[in-house]
């Protein structure tokens, strides 16, 4: 009889006549998306979703680190502000407003560079020599996005509060789709949402801002390297927003 002691076998099973398992199509291990390659891959992580998911299918791809929701595409990073909605049977989360974040020359791809039990770092790659990576960290009020040699993007499907809704250092500012700010701080205030959103830039960045009824643009035309922040700062600031802030008192602050 063999000793409870012995060691387990090294030996490759098809040296001992075992067929050889390999899997392919949509059972193939999504190796592309890993920054270092092959090797094992976790499973039932917080962030495996982000990996996993068919791109071609919305809202199967979403992790939730909270206080944000993120969606991770390969051409862009959606962050939302989710609430909950109570019903009869079910609460909800729910997820809308999210903004686009991404960079220029456009990402082509995105894959997983390092993970731990508290936080999960990506990098979108353009192809030509362009990065952004985020760090993305469990209950981290931050989204930190941190740019090589690209330009940063961020959109969002909704329209500006018409009395302050576009700050520059401080100070309120047009947001023509013309003017060149020299900006360190940016603060947009959004009617559909009613969130107020702060971004902090490296000092002195070029940015451009445009608007129209249900879209925001906030770009610069110039590749840089460096961090930049974002975070809500405000998630009722009129009352008048749908969902969780309509009708409500507003924050001040």
Partial sequence: PISPTAPLSHKNPTSLGYP????????????????????????????????????QKLNMNYISPFPYVYELQP?????FLPWAQAEKQQVQNIMVYALHLTMAP?????????????????????????????????????????YENAAPNITTKQGLQIHGGFHVNGAEQDCDGTTTYKVRTVKVRF??????????FPPNTPLLCAKSTNHVSLWSEQ???????????????????????????????
């Fill in 20 to 55: 050889n398992v390999t899997r392919g199509g949509k059972a193939t291990p999504p190796y592309a998306l890993l920054c270092h390659g092959g090797g094992p891959i976790k499973t039932n992580a917080w962030w495996e979703a982000a990996i996993l998911a068919n791109f």
């Fill in 75 to 79: 051409f862009q990073l959606n962050a």
């Fill in 106 to 146: 456009a990402p082509t791809s995105f894959c997983l560079t390092r993970w731990d039990e508290m936080s999960a770092t990506f990098k979108y790659s353009n192809g030509n020599g362009g990065t952004m990576t985020t760090p993305i960290v469990r209950g981290s009020p931050f989204v930190t996005l941190e």
């Fill in 191 to 200: 009617i559909n949402s009613d969130a107020e959103w702060t971004m902090w």
């Fill in 223 to 253: 590749l840089m390297t460096g961090v930049v922040r974002l975070a809500v700062t405000n998630n009722c600031t009129t009352g008048t927003g749908v969902f969780w802030c309509q009708g409500k008192e507003p924050n001040r602050n």
